[in-house]
């Protein structure tokens, strides 16, 4: 994702500054800079490993069935109703990336906890062929509403901007009026909203996993779960080479979890944080064929 170039005055938008442009009124008024909603915003500190943590994560949950690895699964266990997954569930999981990328644009729904009570949610649209996004962000604490604006996000990071007053309109709509200097960019860090996002902008694929050798990375039957009335079977996601066959402890399960329907529609993912208690959960909810995604701040120049 571009950045902005030096010089530029964004009207109070500096990545981690929660006081500055402040109107009167407005409830992040006399936030301490360096608060949660600061940290988020400039990506707090990174620790080293909950981001190697977060590498081997992502690098088996959009490759399948990866191969070698070390193993990084120490969340959960095998509860007494899970199994392997049969070959026709290990098809509808390999062919759910590719399902999703021939839906997208996507509208989806991320939920993170970071910490002290605070909840980010985003809401959004997600385009799998460009692999660009945007939406509105809401960041919420103990007190009530801590911040909202547009967010837009794509491989390599993503930007924050204030939303335009009365906040009509779709995501992207809005967003797509806001000139390059109008974002406050960043890269990703490994805390819970840009390991959601990250993960998010990745899960459409133009091409199916094998599904022999997904079948092969440990995988799992975990029960069948109703959502707005339609039938999906949740599986635990594939695991590192040395995990799936028996070299991590006994029992160990892929922090991923996804729900997949009988056709192969990827409804919704969670994925568990080391050291927070509430997954991270994405829900892709539908279609906007309308959605185009804006050039900023994107563009250069």
């Known amino acids: 994702m571009?950045?902005?170039?030096?010089?530029?005055?964004?009207?109070?938008?500096?990545?981690?500054?929660?006081?500055?442009?402040?109107?009167?009124?407005?409830?992040?008024?006399?936030?301490?800079?360096?608060?949660?909603t600061a940290r988020w915003k400039s990506g707090g500190a990174r620790t080293p490993r909950r981001v190697g943590w977060l590498r081997a994560l992502l690098a088996?949950?959009?490759?399948?069935?990866?191969?070698?690895?070390?193993?990084?699964?120490?969340?959960a266990s095998d509860s007494t109703t899970?199994?392997?997954?049969?070959?026709?569930?290990?098809?509808?999981?390999?062919v759910s990336r590719l399902n999703l990328y021939q839906a997208s644009p996507a509208t989806v729904t991320?939920?993170?906890?970071?910490?002290?009570?605070?909840?980010v949610r985003v809401e959004g649209v997600v385009d799998y062929r460009t692999h660009r996004a945007a939406g509105r962000y809401r960041v919420t604490g103990p007190t009530g509403e801590l911040d909202h604006g547009l967010i837009v996000w794509?491989?390599?990071?993503?930007?924050?901007?204030?939303?335009?007053?009365?906040?009509?309109?779709?995501?992207?709509?809005?967003?797509e009026h806001i000139p390059r200097p109008g974002w406050s960019p960043r890269g990703y860090t490994a805390d819970p909203l840009d390991s959601g996002l990250q993960l998010l902008i990745?899960?459409?694929?133009?091409?199916?996993?094998?599904?022999?050798?997904?079948?092969?990375?440990?995988?799992?039957?975990?029960?069948?779960?109703?959502?707005?009335?339609?039938?999906?079977?949740?599986?635990?996601?594939?695991?590192?080479?040395?995990?799936?066959h028996g070299a991590?402890?006994?029992?160990?399960?892929?922090?991923?979890?996804?729900w997949i329907d009988g056709d192969g529609g990827l409804r919704r993912v969670t994925m568990r944080m080391p050291g927070l208690g509430t997954p991270t959960t994405v829900e892709i909810t539908?279609?906007?064929?309308?959605?185009?995604?804006?050039?900023?701040?994107?563009?250069?120049g």
């Open 202 to 244: 990745q899960l459409g694929a133009d091409r199916p996993d094998n599904p022999l050798l997904l079948a092969q990375s440990g995988p799992r039957w975990l029960g069948r779960d109703l959502i707005d009335g339609r039938s999906y079977d949740r599986f635990s996601g594939p695991r590192s080479g040395d995990a799936a």
């Open 154 to 175: 794509d491989g390599a990071g993503l930007g924050l901007a204030p939303q335009a007053g009365g906040g009509g309109g779709p995501a992207w709509q809005q967003a």
């Open 286 to 300: 539908g279609r906007d064929e309308a959605a185009k995604l804006p050039e900023a701040p994107w563009a250069a």
């Open 110 to 119: 991320l939920t993170a906890a970071e910490g002290g009570g605070v909840m």
């Open 248 to 258: 991590g402890a006994d029992g160990e399960l892929s922090p991923l979890t996804y």
């Open 82 to 94: 899970s199994r392997p997954v049969t070959v026709d569930e290990a098809s509808r999981i390999a």
């Open 2 to 36: 571009a950045r902005s170039k030096s010089g530029d005055k964004r009207a109070g938008r500096k990545p981690g500054d929660s006081t500055a442009g402040t109107k009167p009124g407005d409830k992040t008024a006399g936030r301490r800079p360096g608060g949660p």
């Open 60 to 75: 088996v949950a959009v490759c399948g069935a990866a191969t070698g690895g070390v193993v990084v699964y120490r969340n």
